[in-house]
C-alpha cells in the first residue's frame, strides 16, 4: 500500500527494474546460480589451497580472475535480495530471502577466506618478490592492502567462525533494526505516518508543525526504546569483541584500513572540523535572526526562511531536469550516464509502508548496472539528495565500466567526492541562474545547512560513536539514559549557544543507521565535502580542463590509494593544512550568507 505524499510528486511509479537480476523471488536461476557458485568455489579451493606460496605474479592474477567472476555470481543474489528487503522490509519473505543469501554467502566466503590468510602468511621478503613482478598488474595494489590486515588476522577456523556468527550476530541484529523503522509508525492528526514522512514535518513553515512532530517523533521511538537500546549496546558489545580478539589498538581502526585514510588523516579531520564549530553557532545565530525569534529549538533547525522560493515543491520531472540539466553543463558524459539510471529503471523514488528511510546507491554487479534508492517527497533537499546519489551512480557506473571487480568498490571515503561533488554542481548551477537576491539568500542557506549536516553533524555523529564505543567498553550495557546524555554532550557540543536541544532530541540516536550498518562510516561524509569544496575550487581555477582528470579519478574506482588517485587533480591529502583549507571556503559561504542578509534585512540586525 503507498502512502502518498501530501500532494503528488510523480515520483509513486518509479520504482526500478530488478530483472536483470532475476525475475523474481521463484526464478529457477537463483537456485541453477546457487550451485554454480558452490561448483565454481570447490573448483577455486582445489586449485590454490595449501599453494598460495608457491603461486608466481600471473597465477595471482588469474586466481584474482577467478575470485572475480565467483563474486560476481554471488553479488547477483545478494544484490537481488537487499534491494527487494529496503523497500518490503516488513515483509518476511523478503526478510528470509535476504537471510538466506547472507547465509549462503557467509558460507563460501569461509571457504574462501584462506586464500588472504595463505597470502599474509608469506614472509615480508617473498611478499615483496611477488608485488614487485610487474605482471601482478593493477593487482599489486589490493595484494599490498591486503598485508595492512596482516597484525590483525586470526587463525582460520577463527576468522570462519566470525564470518559464520556475523550472520546470526551483527547482520541479523541490522536487520531487525531496519524491519523496527520500516514498520515504525508517527501518530499524526488520526494518521499513522512512516518515519521518513513524519520527519518532513520538521520543514513546516508552521511552528507548532513542527514542535509536535518533533514530539510525534519522539513519542514513536519512545516506544520502541528498548529495542532501539538493546540493539545498539549488543552491536556496539559484539564491534568490541571481535575487536579485542584481533587486537584492534581503537573502535575505528578497521574503518580506516578499510577506507585506506591512515589514523593521523582521520584525526586531523575531526580536529579541524571539531575546532571549528564556532561557523554553525554563527550559521544557526543568523538563521535565528531571520526567523524573529528569541530562542531557535532543535524543531526549528530545518525551518524555512519563507524567503522567496525558500519552500518551493519540485515534481520528480522537474527534479529530472535540475540534475541532469547541471550535469550536462559540467560533463556531458556524466549527464549522460545518470540519463540511464531514469531512462532504464534504475531508481526507486516513492516512499511507501515498509520501505526503509533514506537514500542510497548499490553498485549492483560488474555484469549488471548500479541502482538508486531515494524517499522522494518534492522538497529542495530532495533533489539534493537525488543529485547526491546520482553522483554515488556515476561513479559506480564508470568504476564498473573501467576496472575489474575487485577495483570497483570505492573505499567510502572517496565514494562521498563524487556525490557531494554532483550536488555542489547542481547547487552552482542553479546559483548562477538566479538573479534574484532573496532567492539567491535562500539557495544560500540551503546550501550552508546542507554542508553543516555532511561535515559538522557527521562528525558530531563521529563523535558520539566514540563516546559510545568507549562507553560501552568500560561501563558495560548503556541504558537508554545514558545514550541520550552521550548523544545531547556531542550535539550540544556543535551548536554551542545557537540552538537549544531539548530533552526530546535525546532520542534522536536512536533511529540512524549508519552506525549500526556501518561502523566509523559517517566521518567519510565530512571527509567528501571537505574534498568536494577543495575539488570544486581547483575546477574553478581550471575550468574544463579539470573535467577529464576528475572522471578519470571516478573511473579509477578503487585500482590505487586515495592520496594517489587525487593527486591527479592537484590534491594532497596529506598536508595536515588540507582541512583547513576546505573549512576556510565554507567560512567564505558562511560570510557570504551574512553579508547577504543584512544587505536584505537590515531591520532584522539593527
Not at 558452490?38 to 577455486?44: H, N, P, R, V
Not at 588469474?62 to 553479488?75: N, R, S
Not at 508543525?209 to 514513536?220: F, L, M, W
Not at 566509523?520 to 575546477?539: H, P, R, S, T, W
Request: hydrophobic share 45%.
Amino acid at each position: 500500500m503507498t502512502e502518498a505524499p501530501a500532494r503528488s510528486t510523480g515520483a509513486e511509479q518509479v520504482v526500478w527494474d530488478l530483472s536483470v537480476l532475476y525475475s523474481g523471488i521463484d526464478d529457477p536461476q537463483i537456485a541453477q546460480d546457487t550451485e554454480a557458485v558452490k561448483a565454481m568455489t570447490q573448483a577455486f579451493v582445489a586449485a590454490y589451497r595449501g599453494k598460495v606460496a608457491t603461486l608466481t605474479a600471473a597465477q595471482f592474477v588469474q586466481a584474482y580472475h577467478e575470485m572475480e567472476a565467483l563474486y560476481d555470481l554471488m553479488l547477483k543474489q545478494t544484490t537481488y535480495a537487499s534491494l527487494n528487503f529496503s523497500t518490503f522490509s516488513t515483509d518476511p519473505q523478503w526478510g528470509g530471502f535476504l537471510q538466506k543469501m547472507q547465509e549462503f554467502a557467509s558460507q563460501i566466503q569461509q571457504q574462501l577466506v584462506f586464500f588472504e590468510l595463505e597470502w599474509n602468511a608469506l614472509d615480508d621478503d617473498h611478499a615483496a618478490r611477488i608485488l614487485a613482478d610487474p605482471a601482478l598488474g593493477g593487482y599489486r595494489y589490493h595484494l599490498e592492502v591486503a598485508r595492512l590486515n596482516k597484525p590483525y588476522q586470526l587463525s582460520e577456523v577463527e576468522e570462519q567462525l566470525l564470518l559464520e556468527k556475523s550472520v546470526t550476530g551483527s547482520s541479523a541484529w541490522t536487520r531487525f533494526f531496519d524491519q523496527l523503522m520500516g514498520a515504525l509508525r508517527v501518530a499524526w492528526e488520526g494518521a499513522q505516518l512512516p518515519l521518513q514522512q513524519a520527519l518532513t514535518r520538521l520543514y513546516d513553515n508552521d511552528r507548532s508543525v513542527r514542535a509536535r512532530a518533533q514530539q510525534a517523533i519522539t513519542d514513536a521511538l519512545a516506544a520502541k526504546k528498548m529495542e532501539l537500546t538493546y540493539i545498539f549496546n549488543v552491536l556496539a558489545a559484539d564491534k568490541a569483541s571481535d575487536d579485542k580478539r584481533r587486537g584492534y589498538p581503537s573502535w575505528i581502526t578497521p574503518r580506516n584500513i578499510s577506507n585506506k585514510a591512515p589514523d593521523s588523516v582521520v584525526n586531523a579531520l575531526i580536529q579541524a572540523v571539531t575546532a571549528n564549530y564556532a561557523l554553525v553557532a554563527r550559521h544557526y545565530r543568523l538563521k535565528r535572526a531571520l526567523l524573529g525569534l528569541d530562542e531557535l529549538f532543535d524543531y526549528d533547525r530545518y525551518a524555512p526562511l519563507n524567503l522567496k522560493d525558500s519552500d518551493k515543491f519540485y515534481t520528480w520531472e522537474e527534479a529530472r531536469g535540475i540534475v541532469l540539466n547541471a550535469f550536462q553543463r559540467f560533463s556531458p558524459r556524466m549527464a549522460m550516464v545518470a540519463a540511464k539510471f531514469f531512462d532504464e529503471n534504475w531508481i526507486h523514488a516513492p516512499i511507501i509502508l515498509g520501505k526503509r528511510g533514506g537514500a542510497y546507491a548499490s553498485y549492483g554487479t560488474k555484469s549488471t548496472h548500479p541502482f538508486v534508492f531515494v524517499n522522494y517527497d518534492g522538497k529542495a533537499r530532495d533533489v539534493e539528495t537525488l543529485a547526491h546519489e546520482l553522483g554515488h551512480g556515476v561513479h559506480m557506473y564508470l568504476a564498473k565500466e573501467a576496472q575489474p571487480l575487485t577495483s570497483m568498490f570505492t573505499p567510502l571515503t572517496t565514494a562521498e567526492m563524487a556525490s557531494t561533488f554532483a550536488e555542489m554542481v547542481v547547487f552552482d548551477d542553479l546559483m548562477a541562474r538566479e538573479s534574484d537576491r532573496e532567492a539567491q539568500l535562500a539557495m544560500l542557506v540551503g546550501k550552508v545547512e546542507g554542508s553543516f549536516a555532511t561535515i559538522f553533524r557527521q562528525i558530531a555523529m563521529n563523535r558520539f560513536e566514540d563516546a559510545m564505543h568507549t562507553a560501552r567498553r568500560s561501563e558495560g550495557e548503556l541504558t537508554t539514559e545514558r545514550l541520550n546524555a552521550l548523544w545531547l554532550e556531542t550535539q550540544r557540543a556543535m551548536f554551542g549557544d545557537s540552538v537549544t536541544m531539548t530533552d526530546n532530541y535525546g532520542l534522536w540516536w536512536s533511529y540512524i543507521p549508519h552506525m549500526l550498518h556501518t561502523p566509523g562510516y559517517v566521518y567519510a561524509y565530512a571527509f567528501g565535502e571537505l574534498l568536494v569544496l577543495a575539488l570544486y575550487n581547483i575546477y574553478k581555477q581550471q575550468g574544463e580542463s579539470f573535467v577529464p582528470n576528475y572522471e578519470a579519478v571516478l573511473a579509477a574506482g578503487d585500482s590505487d590509494y586515495p592520496d594517489k588517485l587525487l593527486a591527479r587533480v592537484g590534491v594532497d591529502l596529506n598536508d595536515p593544512n588540507f582541512w583547513a583549507e576546505g573549512i576556510k571556503l565554507l567560512e567564505a559561504l558562511v560570510s557570504q550568507e551574512e553579508s547577504l542578509a543584512r544587505e536584505l534585512y537590515p531591520e532584522k540586525f539593527a
